[in-house]
Protein backbone atom coordinates (compact mmCIF):
# COMPACT_ATOMS: atom_id res chain seq x y z
CA UNK A 1 0.00 0.00 0.00
CA UNK A 2 2.87 2.10 0.76
CA UNK A 3 4.56 1.72 -2.61
CA UNK A 4 1.59 2.49 -4.37
CA UNK A 5 1.34 5.86 -2.55
CA UNK A 6 4.74 6.51 -3.30
CA UNK A 7 4.34 6.24 -6.98
CA UNK A 8 1.58 8.10 -7.49
CA UNK A 9 3.09 11.86 -6.84
CA UNK A 10 6.30 10.42 -8.02
CA UNK A 11 4.50 10.01 -11.85
CA UNK A 12 2.98 13.10 -11.39
CA UNK A 13 6.52 14.61 -10.74
CA UNK A 14 8.26 13.41 -13.49
CA UNK A 15 4.82 14.25 -15.94
CA UNK A 16 5.49 18.09 -14.72
CA UNK A 17 9.27 18.10 -15.22
CA UNK A 18 8.89 16.59 -18.75
CA UNK A 19 6.64 19.26 -19.23
CA UNK A 20 9.08 22.20 -18.05
CA UNK A 21 11.83 20.44 -19.97
CA UNK A 22 9.95 20.36 -22.96
CA UNK A 23 8.25 24.39 -23.18
CA UNK A 24 9.01 27.20 -24.12
CA UNK A 25 10.22 28.97 -20.53
CA UNK A 26 8.54 32.11 -19.21
CA UNK A 27 9.87 35.78 -18.16
CA UNK A 28 13.07 34.63 -20.37
CA UNK A 29 13.84 37.16 -23.37
CA UNK A 30 14.26 35.00 -26.94
CA UNK A 31 16.12 36.64 -29.50
CA UNK A 32 17.04 35.77 -33.30
CA UNK A 33 19.84 36.54 -35.42
CA UNK A 34 19.77 40.08 -36.88
CA UNK A 35 20.62 41.39 -39.93
CA UNK A 36 20.29 44.46 -42.37
CA UNK A 37 16.37 43.69 -42.67
CA UNK A 38 15.37 42.24 -39.03
CA UNK A 39 15.72 44.77 -36.10
CA UNK A 40 16.66 43.47 -32.43
CA UNK A 41 13.71 42.33 -30.59
CA UNK A 42 12.94 39.88 -27.87
CA UNK A 43 9.90 37.84 -27.05
CA UNK A 44 9.19 37.46 -23.47
CA UNK A 45 6.48 34.80 -22.66
CA UNK A 46 5.35 36.29 -19.61
CA UNK A 47 2.48 33.56 -18.56
CA UNK A 48 0.64 30.91 -20.67
CA UNK A 49 -1.46 33.37 -22.94
CA UNK A 50 1.07 36.70 -22.90
CA UNK A 51 3.62 37.62 -24.67
CA UNK A 52 5.81 40.59 -24.85
CA UNK A 53 7.11 41.60 -28.15
CA UNK A 54 10.30 43.94 -27.55
CA UNK A 55 12.23 46.56 -29.32
CA UNK A 56 15.31 47.63 -27.49
CA UNK A 57 16.19 51.56 -27.94
CA UNK A 58 19.02 52.03 -30.39
CA UNK A 59 22.01 54.33 -29.81
CA UNK A 60 24.59 55.75 -32.54
CA UNK A 61 27.30 57.59 -30.23
CA UNK A 62 24.85 59.97 -28.03
CA UNK A 63 22.45 60.40 -30.53
CA UNK A 64 19.32 58.51 -29.85
CA UNK A 65 18.30 56.42 -33.35
CA UNK A 66 15.09 54.65 -32.41
CA UNK A 67 13.41 54.55 -28.78
CA UNK A 68 12.45 50.96 -29.09
CA UNK A 69 8.81 49.54 -28.40
CA UNK A 70 6.76 46.78 -26.85
CA UNK A 71 3.77 45.25 -27.44
CA UNK A 72 1.51 42.84 -25.32
CA UNK A 73 1.00 39.53 -28.14
CA UNK A 74 -1.60 36.86 -27.24
CA UNK A 75 -0.16 33.38 -28.05
CA UNK A 76 -1.67 29.69 -28.08
CA UNK A 77 -0.51 26.41 -28.06
CA UNK A 78 -2.23 23.66 -30.53
CA UNK A 79 -0.15 20.28 -31.17
CA UNK A 80 2.85 21.53 -29.82
CA UNK A 81 2.69 24.59 -32.34
CA UNK A 82 2.89 28.19 -30.77
CA UNK A 83 0.42 30.53 -32.42
CA UNK A 84 0.45 34.44 -31.58
CA UNK A 85 -2.38 36.70 -31.88
CA UNK A 86 -0.79 40.16 -32.41
CA UNK A 87 -4.01 42.21 -31.02
CA UNK A 88 -4.15 45.78 -31.52
CA UNK A 89 -0.27 45.75 -32.46
CA UNK A 90 0.86 47.58 -35.70
CA UNK A 91 0.15 45.60 -38.61
CA UNK A 92 2.44 47.45 -41.02
CA UNK A 93 5.12 46.60 -38.88
CA UNK A 94 7.38 43.69 -40.49
CA UNK A 95 8.43 42.07 -37.56
CA UNK A 96 4.89 41.26 -36.26
CA UNK A 97 3.74 40.71 -39.50
CA UNK A 98 5.90 37.95 -39.73
CA UNK A 99 4.94 36.93 -36.21
CA UNK A 100 1.26 36.87 -37.18
CA UNK A 101 1.83 34.13 -39.20
CA UNK A 102 4.29 32.18 -37.76
CA UNK A 103 4.26 28.70 -36.29
CA UNK A 104 6.83 27.90 -33.47
CA UNK A 105 7.96 24.69 -32.15
CA UNK A 106 10.91 23.87 -29.10
CA UNK A 107 13.57 22.34 -30.54
CA UNK A 108 15.87 22.29 -27.73
CA UNK A 109 17.19 23.75 -24.02
CA UNK A 110 16.26 27.26 -24.37
CA UNK A 111 15.52 27.40 -28.29
CA UNK A 112 12.55 27.76 -30.16
CA UNK A 113 11.99 27.66 -34.32
CA UNK A 114 9.62 29.60 -36.51
CA UNK A 115 8.77 26.43 -39.25
CA UNK A 116 7.47 28.99 -41.24
CA UNK A 117 9.91 31.78 -41.68
CA UNK A 118 12.96 29.38 -40.55
CA UNK A 119 13.97 31.75 -37.77
CA UNK A 120 15.47 30.14 -34.53
CA UNK A 121 14.99 32.03 -30.99
CA UNK A 122 17.51 31.23 -28.30
CA UNK A 123 17.90 32.74 -24.93
CA UNK A 124 19.17 35.65 -25.21
CA UNK A 125 21.66 34.28 -21.94
CA UNK A 126 23.08 31.62 -24.23
CA UNK A 127 24.66 34.64 -27.07
CA UNK A 128 27.50 36.11 -26.67
CA UNK A 129 27.82 39.97 -26.72
CA UNK A 130 31.25 40.42 -25.59
CA UNK A 131 33.06 39.29 -28.79
CA UNK A 132 33.45 40.08 -32.35
CA UNK A 133 33.71 36.55 -34.04
CA UNK A 134 35.97 36.14 -37.04
CA UNK A 135 36.24 32.88 -39.01
CA UNK A 136 39.33 31.88 -40.74
CA UNK A 137 38.67 29.02 -43.69
CA UNK A 138 36.03 27.72 -40.81
CA UNK A 139 38.29 28.35 -37.75
CA UNK A 140 36.94 30.11 -35.58
CA UNK A 141 38.40 33.28 -33.46
CA UNK A 142 36.94 35.46 -30.94
CA UNK A 143 38.12 39.25 -30.45
CA UNK A 144 36.71 40.63 -27.02
CA UNK A 145 34.93 43.85 -27.09
CA UNK A 146 36.19 46.97 -24.28
CA UNK A 147 33.11 47.70 -22.41
CA UNK A 148 29.37 48.41 -22.84
CA UNK A 149 29.08 51.87 -22.46
CA UNK A 150 26.44 53.78 -20.84
CA UNK A 151 23.66 53.83 -23.59
CA UNK A 152 23.96 50.02 -24.16
CA UNK A 153 26.22 49.56 -26.69
CA UNK A 154 28.56 47.55 -27.24
CA UNK A 155 32.23 49.75 -27.92
CA UNK A 156 34.93 47.42 -30.16
CA UNK A 157 38.68 47.66 -29.01
CA UNK A 158 39.69 46.69 -31.98
CA UNK A 159 42.42 44.63 -30.56
CA UNK A 160 42.70 41.43 -32.32
CA UNK A 161 42.90 37.85 -30.88
CA UNK A 162 46.33 36.92 -31.05
CA UNK A 163 46.05 33.60 -32.26
CA UNK A 164 44.19 35.41 -35.33
CA UNK A 165 46.91 37.90 -35.15
CA UNK A 166 49.67 35.04 -36.40
CA UNK A 167 46.98 33.69 -38.36
CA UNK A 168 47.07 36.48 -40.52
CA UNK A 169 50.03 37.30 -40.67
CA UNK A 170 50.89 33.97 -42.22
CA UNK A 171 48.56 34.22 -44.93
CA UNK A 172 48.75 36.15 -48.73
CA UNK A 173 46.26 38.50 -48.87
CA UNK A 174 45.60 38.32 -52.26
CA UNK A 175 44.83 35.20 -51.92
CA UNK A 176 42.09 36.01 -49.63
CA UNK A 177 38.76 37.42 -49.64
CA UNK A 178 36.41 38.96 -46.97
CA UNK A 179 32.70 38.47 -46.21
CA UNK A 180 30.03 39.74 -43.63
CA UNK A 181 27.69 37.11 -42.37
CA UNK A 182 24.73 38.14 -40.81
CA UNK A 183 21.15 36.75 -39.92
CA UNK A 184 20.08 33.23 -40.42
CA UNK A 185 23.05 32.54 -42.97
CA UNK A 186 25.97 33.39 -40.66
CA UNK A 187 23.31 31.05 -37.51
CA UNK A 188 23.22 28.24 -39.20
CA UNK A 189 26.58 28.20 -40.55
CA UNK A 190 28.14 28.95 -36.63
CA UNK A 191 25.42 28.60 -34.19
CA UNK A 192 25.26 30.60 -31.25
CA UNK A 193 28.23 32.09 -32.38
CA UNK A 194 26.27 33.99 -35.34
CA UNK A 195 24.00 35.17 -33.60
CA UNK A 196 25.67 38.86 -34.14
CA UNK A 197 27.01 38.13 -37.51
CA UNK A 198 30.61 36.52 -38.34
CA UNK A 199 33.32 38.46 -40.30
CA UNK A 200 34.53 35.72 -42.58
CA UNK A 201 38.02 35.36 -44.38
CA UNK A 202 38.68 32.73 -46.78
CA UNK A 203 40.55 31.70 -49.41
CA UNK A 204 39.40 32.51 -52.93
CA UNK A 205 38.25 29.77 -54.73
Known amino acids: MLIGEVKIPLALFLIFLADCACGQRL ?3 YRTATDS ?3 LHYLVFVDN ?3 RLIFPARNHGDAMVSSGGEY ?3 YSIHNDTITFDVGNAPSDHKTIRRLKKSGFVVIGKGRI ?3 VSGYTYVDSRLVND ?4 YA ?4 VFRTRRSKVDAYGILRRSYRINLRLRKRIKKMNVEEYQVNFLRGKTAFEKYGLDGMNGVIEIEEKK
Open 130 to 133: RHDI
Open 72 to 74: ELK
Open 37 to 39: TER
Open 49 to 51: SRC
Open 136 to 139: VDGE
Open 113 to 115: FDT
Open 27 to 29: NVR
